[in-house]
């Protein structure tokens, strides 16, 4: 199915500033065309339209963590993101000291399966302000991902995107999930450098992202493609 102009959302041009900017010399992030954000409870009251003229085209939206925690503005923040015109999906903290059947149960329990969302996000590093300090074998980790990938794809009929960043995916990603999607943490370098060879759709290119839409700073975000490829990625999930 072709997209027309018609059924395409507008694309707002980058508007936003950094308090922390990187220089990415001739790959800069900002010559990708559809840039966006990823939020959370700590971004607080969220002023949506504004954010979107300032160049938030999606966004990701923390939902779940764990088997039983629920991002308190998850409900708020999904919904008025669609309202704005933002195309939006929900994403998952995975935590290592639960199983991840249950951590797919509590996500889907809380995350509407809904026509036009983006692909669900399994979000997966070593956290060391988690209360778990457990660092499963790489066998492990990668078997417990499967699991809570798979149960996700049933149900959404979507694969899920695997959002990491750069210790994590050294110490289990590297070669693994070669038919997944990746969104990469990567802000002090291109994820071409960081990531060598790793296919990506989403780039995390800053954490220190100021917005008039939002009060302190917020995770800036960048599609790999242009304008027509992303109409044409979001109209074929």
């Keep these: 199915m072709r997209t027309t102009p018609q059924t395409r959302s507008q694309i707002y041009g980058y508007g936003f500033r950094d308090a922390k900017p990187i220089n990415f010399g001739a790959i800069s992030p900002r010559k990708l065309a559809v840039h966006g954000v990823d939020v959370s409870r700590w971004q607080a009251e969220i ?9 938030a085209n999606f966004a990701y939206i923390k939902a779940t963590d764990g088997g039983d925690h ?3 503005m998850f409900k708020k923040n999904w919904r008025r993101a669609k309202e704005a015109g933002l195309r939006r999906g929900a994403y998952h903290f995975f935590y290592w000291c639960r199983t991840a059947g249950e951590q797919a149960d509590w996500f889907i329990r809380n995350v509407p399966k809904e026509a ?3 692909p669900p996000v399994i979000d997966v590093e070593w956290n060391g302000e988690s209360s778990c300090k457990r660092r499963p074998s790489r066998e492990r980790v990668l078997e417990k991902m499967q699991v809570f990938m798979d149960k996700l794809e ?3 009929g979507q694969r899920p995107i695997i959002y990491t960043a750069p210790d994590f995916y050294r110490d289990n990603l590297k070669g693994a999930f070669l038919d997944y999607p990746f969104w990469l943490r990567s802000v002090a370098a291109h ?3 960081v990531y060598p060879k790793r296919k990506w759709v989403f780039w995390q290119y800053s954490g220190s992202g100021l917005s008039h839409g939002v009060d302190g700073r917020i995770d800036l975000n960048v599609f790999h493609g242009d304008e027509d490829d992303w109409h044409n990625w979001v109209v074929s999930r």
């Design 47 to 55: 002023d949506w339209e504004r954010l979107r003229r300032q160049g």
């Design 70 to 72: 629920l991002d308190p």
């Design 116 to 118: 036009g969302a983006l």
């Design 154 to 156: 049933r149900h959404y």
């Design 191 to 193: 994820p071409s450098k």
